[in-house]
Each structure stands twice: as C-alpha cells, then as structure tokens.
C-alpha cells in the first residue's frame, strides 16, 4: 500500500489512478485538472450536498442523478461527468471529494511538484504569492503549487503546510511563544 493509499484510503486513490490515466490516453489532463479543481471546490463549499451523498437512505440511483446535475451544471468535460456518475453508482459517491485530492497529489508527484497550502491573516496579493511561491521552489528544490485560504484569527503573517511539514511565521503563534516565555520570567 503506498502512502497515499494510506491518506485517502484505498479506493479513493484507485479511482484517481483511474481518472489520471483516463485523461492520460484520451489526451485531456488540462481539460480534467481544471474540472477537478472546479468540482473540488464546489463539493467544499457545499455541506448539504456532502451530507445528501454521505446519507445511506437516498438511492444510488438518485445519488447518480444528483452528481451527474452537479457535473452538467458546473459545465465540466464528459469524461468527468461519466467519472463521477461511474463513482456514484458503484456506491462511492461521498468519497468523491477524496478522489480529487488523490487525483491532485497524484498529479503533482508526476509532475515533480508539491502542493503546499497557505492560510494567512489577510488575502495575499499576487505579488506575495509569487514571493511565496519562490521562495518555496528555492528551499524545497522543486515546483509548489499554492492553495491559498485567510484565517482572521492568524492577527497577521502566515501559516505554510507542505506534507507533514509545518511552517508557522503568524502573529498568533508568535504572541502565544512570547506569552509563555514570559510565565516562565
């Protein structure tokens, strides 16, 4: 079992094989990547739906109905309408969202990329995030794709997480650090 079998648990990653090496033979991996990521963040910011396609009282065939909608609706390529129809019908429709991780980890690993994800204070301008992405391509070695979330609570600064790897330069954690160093005082 490989370590990313591990993260997002069997099946998840043997459909993402899947899916990879679809859009591999029919030459639409740009095409796939973009409804990937489009239908990633629309299963993200839908809780309903999530819940609906985790219920065990709805019908396969009206979990079907309810992601192959989704697919139409988001305007994705064919073959990933099919995918994710395919998906539901052999019952693994909540683990949709976890086939597209794997698909994205998958992805990045043959690219020789990593993914790493950013959550600061405020919105980063694209001048930041070029910075950002710079200066993780020059410590890591490698490409980093960046995904990027704000946290309020951060104060100020930001917070990188690649892998098991945790880099934390808030204001948070900064005050948090200060506050006990001055209890041992």
Do not use: C
Not at 143 to 168: C, H, M, N, R
Request: aromatic share 4%; no cysteine.
């Amino acid at each position: 079992m490989s370590e990313l079998d591990l993260i997002t648990g069997e099946a998840p990653g043997r459909y993402a094989q899947a899916l990879l090496e679809l859009a591999e033979d029919t030459k639409s991996l740009k095409s796939i990547e973009k409804d990937v990521s489009k239908l990633k963040k629309i299963f993200a910011g839908s809780g309903p739906l999530r819940d609906a396609l985790a219920n065990p009282v709805f019908a396969t065939e009206d979990k079907v109905a309810v992601v192959r909608n989704v697919a139409m609706k988001a305007k994705v390529s064919k073959l990933m309408t099919q995918f994710v129809g395919t998906a539901a019908q052999n019952r693994r429709a909540e683990e949709i969202p976890a086939m597209f991780t794997a698909f994205e980890k998958m992805l990045a690993l043959k690219r020789g990329s990593e993914t790493a994800k950013v959550v600061s204070a405020k919105k980063l301008t694209a001048a930041e995030l070029t910075k950002i992405k710079s200066e993780l391509k020059k410590s890591l070695g490698r490409t980093v794709d960046v995904e990027t979330s704000v946290d309020p609570a951060l104060l100020g600064g930001f917070v990188v997480k690649i892998g098991s790897q945790l880099y934390d330069s808030s204001l948070k954690t900064k005050l948090e650090d200060l506050k006990l160093a001055l209890k041992e005082v």
